[in-house]
């Protein structure tokens, strides 16, 4: 076994709720929380996820998440955008247009990596447009239900380290897209290891 594929076993069987807790520590409010703290934050987001995924699966039944999209009204465009600078998107939801944007360019960059490092016997590489489709759909189900614990749940933070407010914190939507893009796509591993591939393929490792 090489080390890339050491390293992806490792990836591989590490626990979400450890790569959302890392997430959670890139946010400056959030990162001065306890870790027990932490984990029941992760844990009602997570809660949102699956609340999210229940109801796509009891008005459509069990689909692929282009499914699901072109059901809700929501169209998928997939373009090819070469890099402007050192990283480029991979996937957006327009909340103007309601519209989904996936860039194969990206897309098929990850893709190509992982097949060159012959590593994808660990990672699916046909199924990658589908994760990024669902990781957006999260934040058009977020339009939908503004209710959620991810919506309306404040903490509280300081500005300029002096006066008290009570904020969102944005990073809960990402962990959220992050998570219903694995449960909607059926991954066995994290959507996030997808993000580590692109950063290897970018830096050439």
Do not use: C, W
Request: net charge positive; no cysteine.
């Amino acid at each position: 076994m090489n080390n890339l594929a050491e390293t992806l076993e490792k990836l591989i069987n590490k626990n979400d709720e450890d790569f959302y807790v890392t997430m959670l520590n890139q946010d400056l409010t959030a990162k001065k929380f306890s870790y027990d703290k932490k984990k029941e934050i992760v844990a009602n987001v997570l809660k949102v996820t699956e609340q999210f995924k229940q109801v796509l699966v009891k008005k459509f039944g069990e689909r692929k998440p282009t499914d699901y999209s072109q059901l809700l009204g929501v169209p998928v465009k997939f373009i090819e955008e070469k890099d402007a600078f050192s990283y480029n998107f991979i996937g957006k939801y327009y909340e103007k247009d309601k519209q989904i944007v996936v860039n194969l360019y990206v897309v098929n960059q990850i893709a190509d990596y992982i097949r060159a490092k012959q590593v994808d016997n660990l990672l699916d590489t046909e199924i990658i447009s589908q994760v990024v489709v669902a990781h957006e759909l999260f934040h058009y189900m977020q339009e939908l239900y503004p209710d959620t614990f991810i919506e309306q749940k404040l903490y509280e933070s300081k500005i300029l380290g002096l006066f008290k407010i009570k904020t969102k914190l944005v990073v809960l939507e990402e962990i959220g897209a992050v998570s219903f893009s694995k449960t909607l796509s059926n991954l066995s591993y994290n959507p996030l290891i997808y993000n580590k591939m692109y950063a290897m393929a970018k830096n050439k490792r």
